[in-house]
C-alpha cells in the first residue's frame, strides 16, 4: 500500500486511533489526541481525513460529528435529573441542524456549545447554575 512512506508513524497511529473512537462513538476530539501524542493537529486531522478516505470509510467514521461529542460535554456540567432530556433535546438540535445544512464548515464545538445552551433554555436550566 505504501501509505506510512513520508508520513510519521505517530501521526498514522494518532489518525487510527481517532478513527477506532469515531467507530465506537467515543467522544473524543481530535485536538485531544494531538495533544496526548504531542503532534501538530493540523498534521494530525490532514493524516485522518487522507486515511479515512484511503480504506474507504466515509459513511461509517463521520469526520465531524458534534452528535458524538454531546454526551462528553453533557458529563462535564451539572444538570442534575435533567441531563438524560437535555442530552436528548441537544441531539435532536443537531440533527435538525445537520439536516438543514447549518452545520456544514462550522467548528464541532460550538455546534454542540449552541445546542446545549437551545437545549438547556428550553428545560429552564440557567447557565448561572452551572458549575465548570
Known amino acids: 500500500m505504501g501509505y506510512m512512506r513520508g508520513r510519521r508513524a505517530v501521526n498514522v497511529i494518532g489518525a487510527c486511533m481517532l478513527i477506532c473512537s469515531r467507530e465506537e462513538k467515543f467522544p473524543v476530539f481530535l485536538i485531544e489526541i494531538s495533544e ?3 503532534v501538530n493537529v ?3 486531522g490532514h493524516t485522518f481525513v487522507e486515511l479515512v ?3 474507504h ?4 467514521v463521520k469526520i465531524l460529528d458534534p ?3 454531546i454526551a462528553k460535554h453533557i458529563h462535564q456540567l451539572n444538570l442534575g435529573d435533567k441531563k438524560a432530556r437535555i442530552g436528548i433535546t441537544a441531539s ?3 440533527s435538525r441542524m445537520k439536516s438543514d445544512w447549518l452545520i456544514t464548515g462550522r467548528n464541532p464545538k460550538g455546534i454542540c ?3 446545549l445552551q437551545i437545549s438547556m433554555a428550553v428545560h429552564g ?3 448561572k447554575n452551572i458549575s465548570s
Do not use: G, Q
Open 53 to 55: 478516505k484511503l480504506i
Open 42 to 44: 493540523f498534521e494530525l
Open 57 to 60: 470509510l466515509e459513511d461509517s
Open 92 to 94: 435532536e438540535i443537531v
Open 67 to 69: 452528535i458524538v461529542h
Open 36 to 38: 496526548i501524542i504531542s
Open 125 to 127: 436550566v440557567e447557565l
Open 113 to 115: 456549545a449552541a445546542a
